[in-house]
């Protein structure tokens, strides 16, 4: 599973909430609809944490495809045509925030770190 930083603001995960939320409803897949309502309880965890407690997210490699999925298809909600210049803003912080979690290495990088032995 890939942990997902603390560098996250409050106001990244309130944004990420709201998108899983609304995509919540759309989603007619049940193993997917699992996945994403899990998800929004751990993010509604780390939202309702005390300030300086330990707070991580862990996503499995199928939840990050599942995140990707659902908050691109929100962000193309955000910016259909005529959608307003705040819209725009918070899919593009959203896409931004969603690279960030599920970031894969490098497959160069693994090659070298496995040739070096670290």
């Not at 993010?43 to 908050?71: H, T």
């Not at 925030?97 to 070096?116: A, D, F, N």
Request: hydrophobic share 40%; charged share 30%.
């Amino acid at each position: 599973m890939a942990r997902v930083d603390d560098s996250f603001t409050r106001a990244d995960l309130e944004l990420l909430h709201v998108a899983l939320s609304y995509m919540r409803k759309r989603i007619f897949d049940q193993g997917e609809s699992v996945r994403v309502t899990g998800m929004i309880e751990r993010i509604e965890d780390l939202l309702l944490a005390p300030p300086g407690e330990a707070q991580n997210l862990r996503l499995s490699p199928p939840e990050q495809g599942v995140l990707r999925r659902q908050v691109f298809a929100y962000c193309d909600e955000l910016t259909h045509r005529g959608a307003a210049a705040e819209g725009r803003e918070q899919a593009a912080r959203l896409r931004e925030i969603v690279e960030r979690m599920t970031k894969r290495p490098s497959p160069v990088r693994s090659w070298i770190r496995r040739l070096w032995g670290g």
